[in-house]
Nanobody, 124 residues
Framework: QVQLVESGGGLVQPGGSLRLSCAAS????????MGWYRQAPGKEREAVAC????????YYADTVKDRFTISRDNAKNMLYLQMNALKPEDSGVYYC?????????????????WGQGTQVTVSK
């Protein structure tokens, strides 16, 4: 069955960097658009970045443009999110999800499967 396992979260100071990973199994990553989402306490889950299956089309939330980069290694069935210049407002649980076409990245109801999430905390 489809399984998504996120890792790489942790505590980092403002201005620091983290690289999140999402290990996919039960399906072929190369055939699916994928996305990263986050949810802060008391807030709704929001789109962070999405990548088409061919990785030639991406979406980034305005709040993370030029700081975050979504990438994938289809040979390893892995999805990544490189996060630089982190801010306290980037804190939250980060999730990867399937069926995340960039043009519909913000429509969360269209996602097929979700991982369990990894916590990112940006604090001094």
């Amino acid at each position: 069955q489809v399984q998504l396992v996120e890792s790489g979260g942790g505590l980092v100071q403002p201005g620091g960097s983290l690289r999140l990973s999402c290990a996919a199994s039960g399906f072929t990553l190369a055939w699916h658009a994928m996305g990263w989402y986050r949810q802060a306490p008391g807030k709704e889950r929001e789109a962070v970045a999405c990548s088409s299956s061919s990785d030639n089309n991406t979406y980034y939330a305005d709040t993370v443009k030029d700081r975050f980069t979504i990438s994938r290694d289809n040979a390893k069935n892995m999805l990544y999110l490189q996060m630089n210049a982190l801010k306290p407002e980037d804190s939250g649980v980060y999730y990867c999800a399937t069926d995340a076409e960039p043009d519909f990245c913000t429509v969360l109801s269209l996602r097929g499967h979700w991982g369990q999430g990894t916590q990112v905390t940006v604090s001094k």
